[in-house]
């Protein structure tokens, strides 16, 4: 294959460290969002969706994702990458990387960056189940899930799998599927997952009959802003347009136009241009975006219509974002896409390998949320709930708000 490409190499690690950011942005993200009481937990949930993901990926994730044989379109064999023996390697006591991929970087380079892509993913779920479940609970969620059903979507998707350009879908149809950077893979699913697991385990206390209101917008903007940075090695595009149209929408319905808005704008736009990126025109990812931001903030409040308390919006921003950056391939993919030279072959099978995957994530996650719940239960107790999660589930306060009250009126006396 050649040499080591270093300029290639450079650029992967710089993606791989952006796209590791956006977990943490996230955290921030999300954090913000929930009562002062569950910041902690939240970011705990966050910081299981990095190491759980870590260990998983380098025990049989990556095998299952890329490395393996793959086996019926869905997935690869885990056993030909078991603990990265596929591309690290000791030599002279040192360990080192086996080999270079088709862009002559190395192998352990591409395991870095996709790995950070499965964080990523697995962190987006956090935010639909909020303020109730358990620490312990969510991280055998998370080996299970990466196990069951991110890797095999990887594969599926980006390793030449059922739902790939070159797969079984594509070929029947006779139109390629296009998924740049996770349209299916990372948002749809993630989005699926996290509805899954909202109606497995209810409410929270007092949904639907009193506000949740986030205790720090400065750190959902933050988060926002993090994100957005990191999604320069996720891909780059609509951020902008989506959170103006989301600001306009938002400034019909209630007369304002709100940080909480322009931080879910932006990131509604990202993960609508997330699986169009190399596909689309400058003028069509502006449009995609401007869409992405109405429907994404319309959808927003769907969860208090059918009841379901998806406490951070990831349907609503994550779910209808990326299956309407997935479908509007159709319409505007360069060459293929209905208004950019295409015909209707590339709509239809973009719209097959969103529903597939949904079906997909929809199973997978039920399957485990379910056992789970059955088993040792998703749920802290109502009183712990009420009381705050982050002192039933982590023993700690983000904010010592009494500590400094007392150290207050020390000081005035």
């Known amino acids: 294959m050649g040499a080591i490409d270093s300029g290639n190499t450079a650029w992967i690690l710089t993606s791989a460290s952006l796209v ?73 006591g040192v360990f080192t990387a086996t080999g270079l991929n088709g862009n002559n970087y190395p192998v352990s380079v591409d395991v870095a960056f996709q790995v950070a892509f499965a964080m990523i993913t697995v962190g987006l779920i956090c935010g639909a189940i909020a303020e109730r479940v358990k620490y312990s609970t969510w991280m055998i969620f998370v080996a299970l899930w990466v196990t069951f059903d991110y890797a095999p979507m990887a594969h599926m998707v980006w390793n030449g799998g059922l739902l790939s350009a070159d797969g079984a879908i594509s070929k029947a149809i006779g139109a390629a599927a296009h998924d740049f950077a996770g349209g299916t893979v990372v948002h749809i699913n993630a989005a699926v997952a996290a509805l899954i697991i909202v109606l497995i385990i209810g409410k929270r206390k007092g949904f639907g009959t009193q506000p949740f209101r986030p205790h720090n917008v400065p750190f959902v903007m933050l988060g926002a802003f993090l994100l957005w940075f990191g999604w320069f090695g996720f891909n780059a595009g609509s951020a902008s347009a989506a959170m103006l149209s989301w600001g306009f929408t938002e400034k019909i319905r209630s007369g304002h136009y709100t940080a909480m808005g322009a931080a879910s704008g932006m990131v509604a736009g990202l993960v609508a241009i997330t699986p169009a990126a190399d596909v689309v025109s400058p003028l069509w990812a502006i449009v995609m975006g401007a869409i992405a931001g109405v429907l994404t903030c319309l959808a927003c409040g769907l969860k208090f219509k059918f009841g379901y308390d998806d406490s951070l919006d990831v349907v609503g921003v994550h779910g209808v974002g990326g299956f309407t950056g997935t479908i509007l391939i159709g319409f505007f993919g360069e060459g293929t896409g209905l208004l950019a030279g295409g015909d209707w072959k590339q709509l239809v099978v973009q719209l097959v390998i969103a529903l597939v995957a949904i079906l997909y994530s929809a199973v997978i996650t039920a399957i485990i949320a379910f056992a789970l719940e059955k088993t040792i239960g998703w749920r802290v107790t109502e009183a712990q709930e009420v009381g705050g999660i982050d002192l039933a589930d982590q023993g700690e306060r983000a904010y010592d708000f009494a500590g400094t009250a007392s150290s207050v009126l020390k000081e005035v006396k």
């Open 20 to 92: 590791f950011l956006m977990t943490p942005g996230v955290a921030f993200f999300y954090g913000g969002m929930v009562r002062a009481k569950a910041v902690l937990n939240m970011l705990m949930l966050e910081a299981a969706a990095l190491s759980v993901t870590m260990i998983i990926w380098t025990l049989w994730g990556w095998s299952i994702a890329y490395a393996g044989s793959d086996i019926g379109g869905i997935f690869g064999d885990p056993a030909s990458g078991f603990l990265l023996k596929d591309s690290m390697v000791a030599q002279d």
